[in-house]
Nanobody, 124 residues
Framework: HVQLVESGGGSVQAGGSLRLSCSASAYTYSSHCMAWFRQAPGKERERVATMFTGDGTTYYAGSVTGRFTISQDNAKNTLYLQMNSLKPEDTAVYYC??????????????????WGQGTQVTVS
């Protein structure tokens, strides 16, 4: 297991932007799934975006397609989530997660073995 640490959350007005970062303590980033999930109060944790590091394949939830972009910086072992045109319904705690071992990305939370502590995003 590795440690994942998110940063970059905060409060922003609707239409604004934020960039979340997820720093990994010791990943080779050779081939595994990195993901961003979010959980709003009273709701289940949902997958927002994923990236399979082996080939760069990305996935976005329909609610964020065209507004959010997942990316990685291998040299820094850091995953990013650029969030533009933010809406109040984007308000949630955002979590970085990883599914190592060369497995593909899934929707199942149990498939992701490493999680960050979460960072709050509030859009008003």
């Amino acid at each position: 297991h590795v440690q994942l640490v998110e940063s970059g959350g905060g409060s922003v007005q609707a239409g604004g932007s934020l960039r979340l970062s997820c720093s990994a303590s010791a990943y080779t980033y050779s081939s595994h799934c990195m993901a961003w999930f979010r959980q709003a109060p009273g709701k289940e944790r949902e997958r927002v975006a994923t990236m399979f590091t082996g080939d760069g394949t990305t996935y976005y939830a329909g609610s964020v397609t065209g507004r959010f972009t997942i990316s990685q910086d291998n040299a820094k072992n850091t995953l990013y989530l650029q969030m533009n045109s933010l809406k109040p319904e984007d308000t949630a705690v955002y979590y970085c997660a990883a599914r190592p071992g060369g497995y593909g990305c899934t929707t199942k939370l149990v498939d992701y073995t490493d999680w960050g502590q979460g960072t709050q995003v509030t859009v008003s």
